[in-house]
Each structure stands twice: as structure tokens, then as C-alpha cells.
């Protein structure tokens, strides 16, 4: 049921719900001409100082966690794959629906258990960055990344980007970067706390993609 420009469910969000809430989402909810923004800036460099400020200038939070997760080329392969099957969003209170392909477009709904109501936060896919040849990965470097955007009837405005890097020195790395700012009342009043909420998110995405990785029971691929 929608309420108040929320997308609410009393218990886990069906398909059938999360495709009513994608269905009223309509378009993005923040300017066209940040759709993107927080594309890695190269394999090495993922963002850069001026983009937080730039972001920060427009009224945008910039929250940024990264975890060493691993090291060498199946660590690699193992991380990216938790990103393509969801494995690092499966939090128990937090979830999307696995068969969500992961290419740019793909609309999606994070549900998220806040209290007693389930919440459907709708995106969409911006892009996708497959970065794991040619020159960068000879010099040691490789990025998988995407990054999605909020739609109509989400309770921020911006845009998550969820990436694994492998460095110079064949250490994975995954890392949770978002810029946001509220789009509802709710979220303006409660913004602390949702903050709060973000950081508690990306440090438990870390936690799922270490246990990913960590699992020897299932091949990587």
C-alpha cells in the first residue's frame, strides 16, 4: 500500500507488491544531470575529492564505507559474484529479489524492515562497470560496479554505487558510495537517524559480502 508517497507492506513485500511499487515509481528523482555521478572515476581511482565536493555543494550527504574483503583473483571473482546475485543486499531486514538482472535500466525494489512496516525503496540501475582487462588489469587494477538511482517514492534523493576493486597489490576491496539528500518530509525530519541508517547498512553489506567470499561450500562464477 502506498502511504503518504511511501510504498509500505505489513509484512514481506511480495512480487506482486514490489512490481505495483515500481509500476507508480515513474521516473528518477533527482536531477538528470547527476544520473551517473558516482561512476568509478578509473579501476585505481574509483572517486575523487572534487566529485564529494561538487555533491556537497548541491546539498547532497556523501557516505563512503570500504572493507578489505580479500585478496587474489578468486577473492576477486567470489565478491563480484555476491554482487550479481544480491548476496551482499540478502541482510534478513533488507533484501531484493535475486533474479534482478543486473544491467543498466533494471528497476528494482530494496525492502527494508524499519519497525514494524516492511518499506519498498524503488531504483533503477544507472550503469554498470565491468573493468577487469586490458591495460588497468595488467598494471593490477580491476572495478566491478553499479549504481542505482532513486525513482519517485523513495525517501532520499540520489544515487548508491556498490563496487569491488582488486588494487596494485591483489587486495579486494568492496565499497558502499552514495550521495543523498531527503525527498520526503519523513526523511527530513528524521535525517540524523537516517544517516545513521545508512552507515549501519553499508557496515552489514560488508559484514554479507565477507561471508560471500569467505564461503568455500559453492564454486565462484
Known amino acids: 500500500m502506498a502511504w503518504g508517497g511511501l510504498f509500505l507492506s505489513l509484512g514481506r513485500p511480495s512480487s506482486e507488491q514490489q512490481k505495483s511499487c515500481l509500476?507508480?515509481?515513474?521516473?528518477?528523482?533527482?536531477?538528470?544531470?547527476l544520473h551517473g555521478a558516482s561512476t568509478p572515476k578509473s579501476a585505481t581511482a574509483l572517486t575523487s575529492e572534487d566529485t564529494d565536493?561538487?555533491?556537497a555543494?548541491?546539498?547532497f550527504s556523501v557516505n563512503?564505507?570500504?572493507?578489505?574483503?580479500?585478496?587474489?583473483?578468486?577473492?576477486?571473482?567470489?565478491?563480484?559474484?555476491?554482487?550479481?546475485?544480491?548476496?551482499?543486499?540478502a541482510l534478513g531486514w533488507a533484501e531484493v529479489d535475486p533474479d534482478t538482472p543486473v544491467k543498466t535500466g533494471a528497476r528494482f525494489c530494496i525492502c527494508y524492515k524499519e519497525v514494524v512496516p516492511w518499506v519498498m525503496f524503488p531504483l533503477e540501475i544507472a550503469y554498470v562497470t565491468d573493468d577487469n582487462s586490458?591495460?588497468?588489469?595488467?598494471?593490477?587494477?580491476?572495478?566491478?560496479?553499479?549504481?542505482?538511482g532513486t525513482l519517485q517514492g523513495h525517501l532520499l534523493a540520489g544515487?548508491?554505487?556498490f563496487?569491488?576493486?582488486v588494487d596494485s597489490e591483489e587486495q579486494v576491496w568492496y565499497e558502499v558510495f552514495s550521495f543523498s539528500k531527503p525527498a520526503h518530509p519523513l526523511s527530513a525530519l528524521c535525517y540524523p537517524y537516517v544517516q545513521f541508517r545508512q552507515r549501519h547498512f553499508a557496515r552489514e553489506s560488508a559484514k554479507a559480502v565477507l561471508r560471500h567470499v569467505a564461503d568455500r561450500s559453492t564454486p565462484p562464477h
Open 23 to 33: 509500476a507508480s515509481a515513474s521516473g528518477f528523482n533527482y536531477d538528470a544531470s
Open 53 to 55: 565536493r561538487a555533491l
Open 57 to 59: 555543494d548541491r546539498g
Open 64 to 89: 563512503r564505507s570500504r572493507v578489505l574483503v580479500g585478496s587474489g583473483a578468486d577473492a576477486f571473482v567470489r565478491a563480484k559474484s555476491a554482487l550479481l546475485s544480491w548476496k551482499h543486499l
Open 134 to 148: 586490458g591495460s588497468e588489469r595488467a598494471n593490477g587494477g580491476g572495478v566491478f560496479a553499479f549504481g542505482s
Open 159 to 161: 544515487e548508491e554505487r
Open 163 to 165: 563496487s569491488v576493486q
